[in-house]
Nanobody, 123 residues
């Protein structure tokens, strides 16, 4: 079993930055890939970013490329999402997720999910 707890969300003006954190416990953190997703009101949950077990590869949704950076610290059992140049359309609940076997970044490929943290970007 893996427990994931997100933090770092909040209210920020357009153009600002936030860093989300996701602390993991329950299994060896370095044994699974990690991802970030988001869900805006009335919309489906959408992929944001993915990082491989050792951080050697990262993948991003086109909508966040060049603005968001996913990283991980396996010594701290934590994955991060640095979000810069935020836009009102980035407003959503952000979720981190863990994937035991590397299969890609469709939401159904992830085995464990956090409870989410709200990010609100004002115009």
């Amino acid at each position: 079993q893996v427990q994931l707890v997100e933090s770092g969300g909040g209210l920020v003006q357009a153009g600002g930055s936030l860093r989300l954190s996701c602390a993991a416990s329950g299994r060896t953190f370095s044994s699974y890939d990690m991802g970030w997703f988001r869900q805006a009101p009335g919309k489906e949950r959408a992929f944001v970013a993915h990082i491989m077990k050792n951080g050697e590869r990262t993948y991003y949704a086109d909508s966040v490329k060049g603005r968001f950076t996913i990283s991980r610290d396996n010594a701290k059992n934590t994955v991060y999402l640095q979000m810069n140049s935020l836009k009102p359309e980035d407003t959503a609940v952000y979720y981190c997720a863990a994937q035991i076997t590397s299969r890609g970044w469709g939401s159904s490929f992830y085995d464990y999910w956090g409870q989410g943290t709200q990010v609100t970007v004002s115009s």
